[in-house]
């Protein structure tokens, strides 16, 4: 493998000059600059990322801890995270914790610089005690309430929740349900929270569906509890997409039209809700404004910020997209 040295003697230049070249600093004669690239191609030179970041006094990854990447949501989440960490030559290494609460204490727990320079964690289980402060970066994200002086990233879900019970409630829906009631989720929790607020603003009565995964079956399962009872809902307000389209399939099966018979909603705008059938009308929070707040909250405390600003809540914006599921 080429070294600097024989990169130097090839171009004819300083072993500094190749370096200042390989590291992209502007204070090169472009003459220099040109045979410095040339041998660089002849030879096949490449860097060693992990010394230059070892000598920046960084790994060159950050961490993405989430309950599970086969929940579309987190998926493209990743992806967005990804995305906004390359902008700042970061790697990104994940990992996901199925939502329980040794593992999520674990994976934070081992949070270290010898590892990354920081991470983004979405939890769902773990309590405030549960958490050592990590030796590193690291920024919160969705609902679980954690009370730390950590960063964190999220939308307003009561809000948001209210908006799509309104929406259905606005379209003459009497007997609004709701799936994805948890006992421990915050998402839920506060979801639920504003669930009951438009309901009860309304004067409707409250039908709790309880779903301990959000997964498809877990929906299909809910609603077709839901439909077996006496007087049938018609409408239903989902936690997640996934729920959802769940619901959807179990309508379906039990013969019933949506919209027309029962109204469907859910919560999270992930791909497959524009195409389903019908498609589904969600709550679609900004992901690439999550993913950008997040990533670079991180590289602000990484790049010296340290403990000089107090911890931050940011709050990202949500829309309504109106489909087929609730209007025809």
Not at 257 to 262: A, F, G, K, L, S
Not at 280 to 294: C, E, G, N, R
Request: include cysteine; aromatic fraction near 4%.
């Amino acid at each position: 493998m080429a070294t600097l040295k024989d990169v130097a003697v090839l171009a004819g230049v300083s072993v500094k000059t190749v370096s200042n070249v390989v590291n992209g600093y502007a204070f090169v004669k472009p003459e220099n600059r040109r045979r410095v690239e040339d041998a660089l191609n002849a030879t096949g030179y490449r860097p060693n990322i992990g010394a230059r970041n070892l000598r920046r006094g960084r790994t060159g990854f950050i961490a993405l801890v989430v309950p599970e990447l086969s929940i579309p949501y987190f998926g493209e989440l990743a992806g967005g995270i990804i995305a906004a960490a390359a902008e700042h030559d970061w790697s990104v290494l994940i990992e996901q914790t199925q939502g329980d609460r040794a593992r999520e204490r674990k994976v934070i727990g081992d949070l270290g610089p010898h590892m990354v320079d920081g991470a983004i964690v979405s939890p769902q289980a773990v309590e405030p005690d549960d958490v050592a402060m990590p030796g590193v970066p690291v920024v919160l994200l969705g609902e679980h309430p954690l009370p730390l002086p950590l960063d964190h990233v999220g939308i307003d879900n009561v809000t948001a929740a209210r908006t799509a019970v309104r929406h259905l409630i606005d379209l003459g829906r009497t007997r609004i349900a709701v799936i994805g009631h948890h006992p421990t989720r915050g998402t839920a929790t506060q979801r639920l929270a504003g669930y009951r607020q438009a309901i009860a603003e309304a004067g409707l009565p409250e039908i709790v569906a309880t779903a301990l995964r959000y997964h498809h079956q877990d929906g299909a399962e809910a609603m077709a509890a839901l439909l077996d009872r006496h007087e049938q809902p018609d409408a239903v307000f989902c936690f997640n997409d996934m729920l959802a389209l769940g619901a959807i399939r179990a309508a379906h099966d039990h013969g019933l039209r949506v919209p027309h018979d029962v109204a469907i909603a859910g919560f999270d705008n992930t791909e497959h809700s524009a195409y389903s059938v019908p498609a589904l009308t969600t709550i679609a929070p900004d992901k690439a404004a999550l993913a950008k707040a997040a990533v670079d909250l991180v590289h602000r405390r990484a790049a010296g910020g340290g403990t000089d600003f107090p911890a931050q809540d940011v709050a990202i914006p949500y829309a309504l997209e109106v489909r087929e599921s609730t209007t025809p």
